[in-house]
């Protein structure tokens, strides 16, 4: 079965720091694209990161673009997400979701993480 | 950057109807459009890929359809477990994806 479990989130002030940590079991780790996908209370889904299996992808939207970065530990089949100069906008739920190839080439993210909620305030 | 929008935003509907949601692409997408059911508290779940594909172990009664800018996704026969919130994603400009803002399904 697989399997995301998140750790990591917590209240941080404006202009803090969180690392965000998802570990993965179940299926063959390195095979797989991971991505963060954010949701703020009350509103909709916004991806915000992917980095492929093999980490030579990596991809950020706008609004998180010089402040957040993305990693993985292939070995220890976990992914990461260092936020750096959090903002009050930054204030979610954070998911991370495997991104799956179906049928062979048609992408969906079909497993996700439990999710973890980071408050962004003073 | 490719804008996703779904309505209605919300809506209600008995057990046994059925109901279609609308989600349309600023631009051209092909059939590049994903549909997510998300409940209270748990993660959004994958129930259509590629516009009209079912995910595995989705039941029949959800269906998807559109092509271009313009698509929807039909439920037949509501169940109780059916209310819940549903996401549109385009990846069509995988991995960078976009979301739809949501639409809310609860019961009259």
């Known amino acids: 079965e697989v399997q995301l479990a998140q750790s990591g989130g917590g209240l941080v002030q404006p202009g803090g720091s969180l690392r965000l940590s998802c570990v993965a079991s179940?299926?063959?780790?390195?095979?797989?694209?991971l991505n963060w996908v954010r949701q703020a209370p009350g509103k909709g889904l916004e991806w915000i990161s992917y980095i492929s299996g093999s980490r030579s992808a990596i991809f950020y939207a706008d609004s998180v673009k010089g402040r957040f970065t993305v990693s993985r530990d292939n070995a220890q089949n976990s992914l990461y997400l260092q936020m750096d100069t959090l903002r009050a906008e930054d204030t979610a739920i954070y998911y991370c979701?495997?991104?799956?190839?179906?049928?062979?080439?048609?992408?969906?993210?079909?497993?996700w993480g439990q999710g973890v909620l980071v408050t962004v305030s003073s | 950057d490719i804008q996703m929008s779904q309505s209605p935003s919300s809506l209600s509907a008995s057990i046994g109807d059925r109901v279609t949601i609308t989600c349309r692409a600023s631009?051209?997408?092909?059939?590049?459009l994903n549909w997510y059911q998300q409940k209270p508290g748990k993660a959004p779940r994958l129930l259509i890929f590629a516009a009209s594909r079912l995910q595995a172990g989705v039941p029949s009664r959800f269906s998807g359809s559109g092509s271009g800018t313009a698509f929807t996704l039909t439920i037949n026969s509501l169940q109780p477990e059916d209310f819940a919130t549903y996401h549109c994603q385009q990846t069509y400009t995988t991995p960078l994806y976009t979301f739809g803002q949501g639409t809310k399904l609860e019961i009259k």
């Open positions: 179940g299926f063959n780790f390195n095979s797989f694209g």
């Open positions: 631009q051209n997408i092909i059939n590049s």
């Open positions: 979701a495997r991104d799956e190839l179906i049928a062979g080439s048609l992408p969906g993210l079909d497993s």
